[in-house]
């Protein structure tokens, strides 16, 4: 196959592992991408890292829809799966807990912060 507007799309903050998980719109114009993990260390106070991104081809690129789904503080060390509806106006964020040394089972305890959650695109407000 051939590349269509190939450009680099990525995390802003340092650590975010950009691109744990993608899906593609039914027109292939927008996709979300999930972080593969967000290490403790690197989030910082800020809580800097997004769950998700995502993404639409316009005018031969790929620009950013909003800043990122944000799903609130305690994301590190976890992974993100994103799943996007076919016109690419509503994502489900997903996560599971990796720990520090990568995918493990986890205790109960550990477990307290898995989150699912929808979100729907605003475009007049260009957020989630």
């Known amino acids: 196959g051939t ?6 799309m990525g995390g802003s903050a340092p650590g975010e592992m950009f691109g744990g998980s993608v899906s593609l719109s039914a027109d292939g ?9 967000m290490r403790a260390g690197d989030v910082g106070e800020s809580g800097a890292g997004k769950a998700a991104r995502v993404f639409k081809f316009v005018g031969g690129g790929w620009s950013e829809m909003g ?7 305690h994301i590190y060390d976890t992974a993100f799966s994103a799943a996007l509806s076919k016109d690419g106006t509503r994502v489900i964020i997903s996560n599971h807990y990796v720990g520090e040394n990568g995918p493990e089972i986890q205790s109960d305890e550990k477990n307290v912060d898995l989150f699912v959650g929808a979100f729907r695109y605003d475009d007049d407000c260009n957020q989630w």
């Open 3 to 8: 590349s269509e507007g190939a450009c680099p």
């Open 29 to 37: 114009k927008k996709i979300a991408v999930g972080l593969s993990a």
């Open 67 to 73: 800043n990122g789904i944000d799903i609130g503080e």
